[in-house]
T-cell receptor, first 111, second 115 residues
Framework: GDSVTQMEGPVTLSEEAFLTINCTYT??????LFWYVQYPGEGLQLLLK?????DKGSNKGFEATYRKETTSFHLEKGSVQVSDSAVYFC??????????FGAGTRLFVKA | EAGVVQSPRYKIIEKKQPVAFWCNPI?????LYWYRQNLGQGPELLIR????????DSQLPKDRFSAERLKGVDSTLKIQPAELGDSAVYLC?????????????FGQGTRLTVV
């Protein structure tokens, strides 16, 4: 079935470091792809999305590009802040309605 | 605009007891989802509603779990009886009637602890 695989955490970075969180998805159909973020004590929030190949989603300095040829949707940020500490989930739609999530990657950013 | 509202935020119960969770989706969203998130994992779909109809409940453990969405707005998810393995965060989400390929909007979840 459809699935999403993302790099295991935790990822620990110093403030202003470059962030990459890898994500790959099963290549059935042409799904919409998402990154959700879960801050401590809060619910899931949509961070960014891309709906077709070569689309780049971006928000709050984060970016991810829909790569059909490598079935990837890696999350990047050029300079992380302490406030970016959270759990990040890569996700894809299955059948147009069901969101399939990866296991999540916890990010710690040190001052 | 108000987001998806869930209650309670936290619930601790003894095993074999019943428990219920409530969800109020974003106004105008006809699709409603219940997900379960185990510790250290991503959320997994339990059931999806289109208006008042459950259109995907293949992952719902029907021996002890039940859900309803009367009038196609609010929804409740019930577990009876609860087991230790049911400890998790139960998330409700909704999405608007704009067709396929739209993201879901999530509530803050209910953290259930079964002791």
């Amino acid at each position: 079935g459809d699935s999403v695989t993302q790099m295991e955490g935790p990822v620990t970075l110093s403030e202003e470091a470059f962030l990459t969180i890898n994500c790959t998805y099963t290549a059935t159909g042409y799904p919409s792809l998402f990154w959700y973020v879960q801050y401590p004590g809060e619910g899931l929030q949509l961070l960014l999305k891309a709906t077709k190949a070569d689309d780049k989603g971006s928000n709050k300095g984060f970016e991810a590009t829909y790569r059909k040829e490598t079935t990837s949707f890696h999350l990047e940020k050029g300079s992380v802040q302490v406030s970016d500490s959270a759990v990040y989930f890569c996700a894809r739609l299955s059948g147009g309605f069901k969101t399939i999530f990866g296991a999540g990657t916890r990010l710690f950013v040190k001052a | 605009e108000a987001g998806v509202v869930q209650s309670p935020r936290y619930k601790i119960i003894e095993k074999k007891q019943p428990v219920a969770f409530w969800c109020n989706p974003i106004s105008g969203h006809n699709t409603l989802y219940w997900y379960r998130q185990n510790l250290g994992q991503g959320p997994e779909l339990l059931i999806r509603y289109e208006n008042e109809e459950a259109v995907d409940d293949s992952q719902l453990p029907k021996d002890r779990f039940s859900a309803e969405r009367l009038k196609g707005v609010d929804s409740t998810l019930k577990i009876q009886p609860a087991e230790l393995g049911d400890s998790a965060v139960y998330l409700c989400a909704s999405s608007p009637p704009t067709g396929m390929n739209t993201e879901a909007f999530f509530g803050q979840g209910t953290r259930l602890t079964v002791v």
